[in-house]
Nanobody, 114 residues
Framework: QVQLVESGGGLVQPGGSLRLSCSAS????????MGWYRQAPGSQRVLVAR???????NYADSVKGRFTISRDNAKKMVSLQMDSLKPEDTAVYYC????????WGQGTQVTVSS
């Protein structure tokens, strides 16, 4: 089973940037589609970006043009570059397979506020 550790969150002002990282274990990481998800207070967890094993990407409309997902199969890492952040991007961010498995990491908190 893949184990996932997210990092890179923090407090940032509107318009700022953050880069999230996810370290994954598992021998089949390189062939698994991966995604970044987020959960805002009082809301369900939703997919914001996904990437195939070959590097094809797809984004939620709410983050398209502002977020960029990437992966390094050799390092078993998935990253999310977040630019032009908005207060509505405030959430706990998680990485997982796409579709997601049942086990989630602890997530990383992103707070966008002035």
């Amino acid at each position: 089973q893949v184990q996932l550790v997210e990092s890179g969150g923090g407090l940032v002002q509107p318009g700022g940037s953050l880069r999230l990282s996810c370290s994954a274990s598992g021998s089949i990481f390189s062939i698994i589609p991966m995604g970044w998800y987020r959960q805002a207070p009082g809301s369900q967890r939703v997919l914001v970006a996904r990437i195939t094993s070959g590097g094809s990407t797809n984004y939620a409309d709410s983050v398209k043009g502002r977020f960029t997902i990437s992966r390094d199969n050799a390092k078993k890492m998935v990253s999310l570059q977040m630019d032009s952040l908005k207060p509505e991007d405030t959430a706990v961010y998680y990485c997982n397979n796409f579709p997601p498995g049942t086990a989630w990491g602890q997530g990383t908190q992103v707070t966008v506020s002035s």
